[in-house]
């Protein structure tokens, strides 16, 4: 490899992010070119001053917290609480538990009502479709 | 980023004072990504109103077993990429000498190369300071920054090894390190 092919290789060196035999390659040509092993050093000192970045974090503007605060208020009012509020699920729970019987007991009635309904206006339907007089 | 589970939890059941500790806590880190990928102190004031909107109607969804520190970070650059093509239309260029200053600095080398860094990263194209911000900065890799950015892998490893390359000529130029066109190249 010569430092014209190398060079272009470089930057993904200093960032280990070549495929194996490539990265054996440019390692082959760095072991004998002092010039692109100069390249690497600036470029990898890019790479390690990059990663440290994430340590320095930078100042926001001095009111941005007041803002950022400030603009999150509104969705708050206008959304509904990310989840059920704290202490109700359990709490419903518990009741659902306690009074299984009697909730079994309403749904079933519920459902018996619900089926004489239907069926009530199936049969008036079925009368006035017929010609028939609705009578009592 | 760390962001405690104990306080997702609680903006999750809606307790009172929750949720404006978690952006007391992390709108620093939130603020510095977003400035990093936009290269403008206003834009990235924008992007962090609304990634703290887009993380309340998100904490619906989040689930509690995964890392609230990534996904903060998502939605950031998720919503500095938004915000990206929004500008992109409008064409506004970015000024370097409005980098923010460090909350931690020591006057050592390592900070000076970052502070240069810093001011080098704003002069990057968008696509470019995307690219190397991502993978370099916060440790992403090609594959998750090419669906971010809606591009292939080979896009991101081309934008990402010439920004690298324009940062250690940033760098050069500024003094920071010896510049490499005053070396003679020979080749071997």
């Known amino acids: ?136 | 980023m760390y962001v405690p589970r104990e306080l997702v939890e609680a903006c999750q059941r809606g307790e009172p004072g929750a949720f404006d500790e978690l952006v007391r806590l992390t709108h620093r880190t939130v603020y510095s990504m977003a400035y990093r990928l936009m290269g403008s102190a206003d834009d990235a004031a924008d992007v962090t109103q609304d990634v703290y909107v887009r993380v309340w109607r998100g904490l619906r969804t989040f689930r509690g077993d995964a890392n609230a520190g990534t996904w903060l970070y998502r939605i950031t650059a998720n919503t500095a990429m938004t915000h990206l093509k929004r500008r992109g239309r409008a064409g506004i260029l970015m000024d370097p000498r409005d980098v923010p200053e460090a909350t931690v600095s020591d006057g050592s080398d390592a900070h000076a190369d970052a502070d240069a860094l810093e001011r080098a990263l704003v002069k990057l194209s968008p696509a470019q300071r995307a690219a190397v911000v991502l993978k370099d900065v916060y440790g992403w890799t090609c594959e998750e920054i090419a669906k971010e950015m809606r591009t292939t892998e080979g896009a991101v490893k081309v934008r990402l090894f010439r920004a690298r390359q324009r940062l250690a000529d940033e760098l050069a130029s500024a003094g920071v390190v010896v510049p490499l066109a005053k070396r003679k190249r020979t080749p071997s």
């Open chain 1, 1 to 136: 490899m010569r430092c014209e092919q190398a060079s272009a290789y470089l930057p993904g060196y200093a960032g280990g992010d070549l495929r194996q035999d490539t990265t054996r390659a440019v390692a082959r040509h760095l072991a004998g070119c002092t010039v692109c092993r100069s390249e690497v050093e600036q470029l990898e000192r890019v790479t390690t001053g990059l990663r440290s970045l994430t340590e320095r974090p930078l100042e926001p503007p001095p009111m941005l917290l007041d803002t950022v605060l400030e603009s999150v208020s509104e969705p708050r009012r206008r959304l509904i609480p990310p989840i059920v509020p704290p202490n109700v699920a359990p709490e419903l729970m518990r009741l659902v538990q306690e009074n299984r019987e009697v909730i079994a007991q309403a749904g079933a009635t519920a459902l018996v009502a619900a089926g004489t309904a239907y069926a009530l206006w199936r049969a008036i339907r079925g009368r006035r479709v017929a010609g028939q007089p609705v009578t009592s």
